[in-house]
Structures are given as C-alpha cells and as structure tokens.
C-alpha cells in the first residue's frame, strides 16, 4: 500500500485504485484480481466447471438455513476447489452438500495439479460417452 503525503490516500500495491480509508484499502488488496495470491491455474484451464452447491449454515439459536454457492469443480482430479478470493470464509464451507452427500473441497493451487496423462485419459473418456 503507498501512502501519498498531504492527503491520506491509500493505494492498492497490485491495481492501483485508490482509498481514503486504510481499512477499505487492505481489504480491496485481500480481494484484488491482479493481487498473485488470488490467481490460480486452474482458472484458465478450459475442463474446470462451475457448479452451483447447497450448503448449510448454523446459526445462533440453534437454526439452520441452506443456501446455495457456485463453486468449481474439476472433472480430471473430481475435486471441487475453492476460489481464491474466498479464502476468509474457506473454514466454513470447506464441505459441502452435493445432492444428500457432503463432499469436501480443497483451496484452488497456484499449479495444475492434473498430470498430462490424467488429462489424456479424461480427453479418451470424454469421446466415449455417447452424446
């Protein structure tokens, strides 16, 4: 973050968009799409699929309340990840509801995680099924 002198005005280290309070700052840098942190390979890669997932939250008198999320999932490894971007609530919905199972999600790695012959192997099945 660069502090200009004068005026307090807070910048963003990765997008340079501008704040006049440090606490609005820090938490755009956290979220900001050129900030490294928040970028993944597997975002590009043309197999990931969104998916829209149920999930429950409890809440402080003892009630519950569904509520769906879109989420990733990656039919290579079939895994669902997690964003990037939502790392600050990633121990809330680390599992999930997916039809009457609970499944797990794992945070989105930085690398593919999907060997060439993995991706082989699913291209080979994908050309299988009959639609």
Known sequence: MKTITGVTIYRCD???????HKGHARKHEERCSSNPENQSACLGCPYLQKR?????????YGESQEEVANTFFCPVKEVFMMHPKTKPYQDSIKTVRCGSKRVGQIPMPKTCMCTSEEIAQYEIDCEELPF
């Open 14 to 20: 990765h997008c340079n968009k501008a704040y006049r």
């Open 52 to 60: 829209q997932i149920a999930y429950g939250r409890d809440y402080c």
